[in-house]
C-alpha cells in the first residue's frame, strides 16, 4: 500500500488549521487511522480474493495482518479519546489572545 508522506502532511497541516496548536496531536492521530482504515479495507479484500483463489497459506497471512491493523486502529483510537479531551480542554491559541488583550486593555 502507498500512502503519499505529502497528503498525510496536509491533513495533519488542515487539522492543526482546524483545530489550533492543542489538537496537533489529534491532527496526527487521525491521520495515521485514515491509514490504518485504508490498510484494513485493502487488506479485507485481498484476503478475500484469496479465499476464492483457495490459497489457504495466503489467507491466513492476510488474516494475521489484517488483525495487526485493526489493532494498531484500536491503540490509535485509545490514544485519541485522552489527547481529544486534553485538546478541547485547552484554550484555543486565538482566543489565549483575545484573552489577553482584554486583561490588558482593562489595566
Ligand atoms: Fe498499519
Redesign the pocket.
Known amino acids: 500500500m502507498k500512502v503519499s508522506v505529502t497528503e498525510l502532511k496536509k491533513q495533519v497541516h488542515a487539522g492543526v488549521q482546524e483545530l489550533g496548536y492543542q489538537g496537533q496531536d489529534a491532527a496526527i492521530i487521525a491521520a495515521a487511522q485514515r491509514?490504518?482504515h485504508y490498510?484494513i479495507a485493502a487488506y479485507g479484500t485481498v484476503r478475500t480474493y484469496a479465499e476464492i483463489l483457495g490459497e489457504q497459506n495466503a489467507v491466513s497471512l492476510l488474516e494475521k495482518t489484517l488483525e495487526e491493523?485493526k489493532e494498531?486502529d484500536q491503540k490509535l483510537t485509545e490514544l485519541a479519546e485522552g489527547i481529544n479531551v486534553e485538546a478541547a480542554a485547552a484554550e484555543p491559541e486565538h482566543q489565549r489572545s483575545t484573552n489577553q488583550k482584554s486583561k490588558a486593555a482593562r489595566m
Open positions: 491509514v490504518e490498510e491493523e494498531t
